[in-house]
């Protein structure tokens, strides 16, 4: 295909790139998902993924002077070849209804249910291919449920007496991803798609097993479900309601059955996104897992009263149904075998804290499973130059197995490999420069944004924090240490700096409007700084419009510094950390995920800029209520002035962003007991001396390649590659599963016959 492309002048990449993204999710939690599939596959494990096929993914982002505008994100407004439509596994998914009750034969109550809703959920199947360089690859599936194409959904009698929002509400059902990352905002339509998710695949899991085997209670043998957050957490309730109705199998036996099935990934200890549904609303929409929802939280308090007796204050704690709130964390423990955290500092904080009553109960649940990313994409596709640097040293093993990529370091110190590798560094940032200029030209058409990027060069410092932008990822202690840089710099202009270019980007949640004024504040600063004739010497800072997957994919192979600089304790692993790692960057960052197991890795000597206050100070600190924040500020006068520069006009244009900053100086002194919940002026005097151990390093490049290829040798375990191996024998006990020949003809034969791009 290149070979032909190359011939008709066109680029191969440049076509690719054409292709939209896959945005159906937000953030960290579904491209995780995305590199454990591009794993499960290469590794032939027998899996397939479910979710939704949101008509509208993640929204685009547009910034207007600053201002995060969303726009829809239109992706299958062309044809999408990748799908195939399969009507043959269609299910149909039933809300509200009267419940009827009856027993079953081992006189345990059951439910029928009349008058019910029922939605059509369609499946759209995407072939995950596994990378292989022979013929035996594995091709998984993605399935996705969409409920748009049915027309049974639309209620057409409601429409026409005039009830049109209500006659939508299932054709629309899959039609927008909420847009929240790490945080949960508890809304009717999002609990039917949840539940449409669970029901529509577990009917589909069922009927397969059923399809290969005839008792239904041998299901534990051969299925295994692993519930990724809790938004899947219904599971447990409906698998108890199909096996004791449908399937006649009595309460008990059911329980020990679906605890066999199902585990549970938690990827986030921060209060707002945990899962909580109001009791009336599950009771209204689903009426018999509800039923189910209440007996299993009966079981679970009984199990409590009889170990810890009289502790009633445990039993609230710990019970499914408390305060008319059903917690869907308690939900997923409690009908799990296995339950993990992301990286061994936020599994022990799972013990320690969040689940720390579960743990006392049940400690044999709870395991580890590091995060990974997919070295396929994102040093392989992403970074063919220093791909071409790897095989030259230590050949193509990496790509299958990513401990080989250790192998690089005995490399780091060689002058050649560190000249070799500062030069395709300095090409990729020249590619992404090229890129950022050309994509603002498209949209700004030469504005006075676009100076800023345009006229940076290559053998700046290229400091870039890529990710959703929230309170507790700090992008607020990264502009303070903007503004820190640019004020020393006004005060000593004469003085010799290291160049930088500061690269942010990320969305924020439409409603989340702190995080919206962080985006702001970058744009005031960058405005500022870009157009003075001094500091723009030495500095320039830029916010990368939407952010995406395909933009990370040029970023990071661009990347210098990498900043993952959330407060310790509260990023659950990171994955972005590991893509910048694998390419080459340094990392400046807290003892927070997984960047705790990276630092190991590549060991103290070769992770300089490690800062911050650590995960167990922090939660000390929080319990006690003792930080203030104004005592630092009154303290350090670099800090103050550095504050002060948001609320004293420096950098803002006009009342509305005069306001926009104000609020987030609010957010780090007054905010009545709660000023600066994120720690952020605790770290930052520290953090500022750090980036000058960063300047002080890149002034000698050989020993900056040379640490950088030492971060590339570290990174070994942390492939989706290695984390899948270690949810198949902690959490699944499955061994791969290569297909036949003949499996995999009959998939070609079937994806043959929906191939609309003709290939034969
Ligand atoms: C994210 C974590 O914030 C991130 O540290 C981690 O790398 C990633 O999951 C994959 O494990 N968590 C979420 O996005 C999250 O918990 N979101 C849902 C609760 C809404």
Redesign the pocket.
């Known amino acids: 295909v290149k070979c032909i492309l190359k011939k008709m002048n066109r680029d191969y990449k440049t076509i690719l790139r054409m292709e939209p993204d896959v945005g159906i999710g937000?953030?960290?939690?579904g491209r995780?998902a995305s590199c454990l599939m591009d794993s499960l596959a290469m590794l032939q494990y027998p899996a397939l993924g479910y979710g939704m096929r949101y008509q509208y993914g993640i929204f685009e982002q547009d910034l207007w002077c600053g201002v995060q505008v969303e726009r829809p994100d239109n992706w299958l407004l062309t044809q999408n070849p990748w799908e195939f439509r399969r009507d043959c596994h269609a299910q149909n998914v039933h809300f509200e209804g009267t419940i009827i009750p009856k027993t079953n034969s081992h006189g345990d109550e059951v439910y029928d249910i009349a008058d019910y809703d029922e939605v059509r959920a369609l499946p759209y199947d995407f072939p995950i291919l596994g990378y292989g360089a022979n013929k035996n690859f594995s091709v998984l599936t993605l399935r996705l449920w969409s409920t748009k194409e049915s027309p049974r959904n639309f209620h057409l009698q409601k429409f026409n007496a005039g009830q049109i929002d209500e006659a939508g509400e299932n054709t629309l059902l899959t039609d927008v991803l909420y847009p929240?990352?790490?945080?949960?905002i508890g809304k009717r339509i999002r609990l039917k798609q949840e539940f449409l998710l669970v029901s529509a695949s577990l009917q589909d899991i069922v009927q397969n097993y059923l399809g290969a085997s005839k008792d239904i209670t041998g299901i534990a043998d051969k299925v295994r479900i692993q519930i990724n957050?809790t938004h899947p957490a219904l599971v447990v309730a409906e698998l108890m309601r199909t096996l004791t109705k449908d399937h006649e199998i009595a309460w008990g036996k059911a329980l020990e059955i679906t605890r066999e099935c199902c585990s549970y990934t938690n990827?986030?200890i921060l209060k707002e996104?945990l899962e909580e549904w109001n009791e009336h609303r599950i009771e209204k929409l689903l009426p018999s897992q509800y039923k189910v929802l209440q007996r299993l939280n009966g079981d679970l308090c009984q199990e409590i009263r009889k170990r810890f007796p009289n502790d009633e204050s445990k039993l609230r704690r710990m019970s499914i149904i408390e305060g008319g709130q059903i917690k869907m964390a308690h939900l997923s423990i409690f009908g799990s075998h296995r339950v993990n955290g992301?990286a061994k500092l936020h599994s022990e904080i799972l013990k320690d804290s969040i689940f720390k009553d579960f743990y006392e109960m049940y400690p044999e649940r709870f395991v580890n499973v590091t995060?990974g990313v997919t070295q396929r994409r994102w040093l392989l596709f992403a970074n063919p130059k220093l791909c071409a640097f790897l095989e030259k040293r230590i050949g193509n093993g990496w790509i299958t197995d990513f401990s080989k990529i250790k192998g690089i370091a005995s490399y780091a110190s060689d002058k050649e490999s560190q000249e070799e590798f500062l030069a395709i560094k300095k090409e990729n940032k020249q590619a992404l420069l090229d890129f950022l200029c050309k994509d603002m030209k498209e949209k700004h058409w030469g504005g006075k944004d676009l100076k800023a990027v345009c006229f940076c060069d290559s053998d700046a410092l290229f400091d870039v924090q890529v990710k959703r932008v929230h309170e507790y990822k700090r992008q607020l202690m990264n502009a303070l240490h903007v503004i820190m840089r640019f004020q020393e710099i006004k005060e000593n202009p004469d003085a010799n700096y290291v160049k930088r270019f500061v690269l942010i980007g990320g969305k924020a949640a439409p409603g989340y409007t702190l995080a919206k004024n962080i985006i702001r504040l970058f744009y005031c600063l960058g405005r500022a700084i870009n157009q003075d004739p001094i500091a723009s010497k030495f500095i320039k800072v830029h916010y990368i419009e939407n952010y995406n997957v395909s933009k990370a994919e040029i970023i990071i192979p661009a990347t210098d510094l990498s900043e993952q600089i959330s407060t310790a304790g509260m990023?659950?692993?990171?994955?972005g950390n590991m893509k910048f790692a694998m390419n080459g960057a340094l990392t400046i960052g807290t003892d927070d995920?997984a960047n705790v197991e990276m630092r190991e890795e590549v060991t103290d000597k070769y992770w300089p800029f490690l800062f911050g206050s650590s995960a167990s100070t922090n939660i000390k600190i929080h319990h006690e209520k003792s930080y203030n924040p104004r005592d630092i500020y009154d303290k350090n006068p670099k800090i103050k002035k550095a504050v002060d520069a948001l609320q004293d006009r420096t950098f803002v244009e006009n009342d509305a962003e005069h306001e926009a900053l104000y609020s987030l100086y609010q957010t780090l002194l007054e905010n009545h007991g709660f000023a600066d919940r994120y720690f952020v002026l605790k770290d930052l005097d520290d953090y500022y001396n750090t980036q000058k151990k960063v300047d002080a390093l890149y002034q000698t490049p050989n020993k900056w390649a040379e640490y950088a290829i030492q971060n590339m040798a570290g990174m070994g375990n942390f492939s989706t590659d290695h984390s899948i191996t270690n949810y198949a024998e902690t959490i699944w006990n499955v061994k791969p599963l290569p297909p036949s020949e003949e499996e995999l003809e009959a998939v070609r034969q079937e994806y043959l016959e929906n191939d609309r791009c003709r290939i034969i």
């Open positions: 937000n953030g960290g939690l995780l929240n990352d790490n945080h949960e957050d990827h986030t996104a992301v995060n990023e659950a692993s990171g994955t995920g």
